[in-house]
């Protein structure tokens, strides 16, 4: 088991996140929506420099020892005013590093983002076939809110979600 600490990304992780992203949406189990392509690096970049001028919005990544990101955790405030409490999180971990309490670091940085933007929930999606993630969150203290039937298309297939939320305060 390695260390890690989790830190908020910076442009120069973009290369690293695009192949994080790359190896865990190439495995065959399906975790992401995407099978194989991201944005490119530049565009990697680009998105993560406009990060720093966005309060509704973050990217962290849990970078071990030796420098190497092992995982990455997105949130994003929803723009709706009715909504502004509510923000989406997204997670990978590379599959070399799982089981290691990156997940479980990474949710962690979500509730305390959560905490300092005044968001009082936090919600995501899982496939329904990802047992191992739903594990995750469910001992973390998400629940589970509704099922979404064919709410993703990857390729020409309809995939389902859970969705589930975890209250901040």
Wanted: no cysteine.
């Amino acid at each position: 088991m390695s260390e890690f600490t989790v830190r908020r990304a910076e442009p120069g992780d973009a290369q690293a996140l695009v192949t994080l992203a790359r190896i865990v949406g190439t495995e065959p189990e399906g975790w992401l929506i995407t099978r194989s392509s991201w944005r490119s690096v530049a565009d990697e970049r680009r998105y993560l420099k406009a990060l720093r001028r966005h309060v509704g919005a973050a990217v962290y990544v849990a970078e071990t020892e030796r420098g190497e990101i092992a995982g990455r955790l997105s949130v994003s405030r929803d723009p709706h005013p009715a909504s502004r409490h509510v923000a989406d999180l997204g997670i990978m971990v590379s599959p070399g590093h799982r089981r290691q309490g990156i997940g479980w670091a990474l949710l962690e940085q979500a509730v305390r983002w959560a905490r300092e933007t005044d968001v009082s929930k936090l919600e995501l999606h899982v496939f329904p076939h990802n047992e191992p993630a739903i594990a995750l969150y469910e001992k973390f203290g998400y629940v589970r809110e509704g099922y979404r039937r064919g709410h993703y298309r990857r390729d020409d297939e309809l995939i389902d979600a859970v969705l589930m939320a975890y209250e901040t305060r």
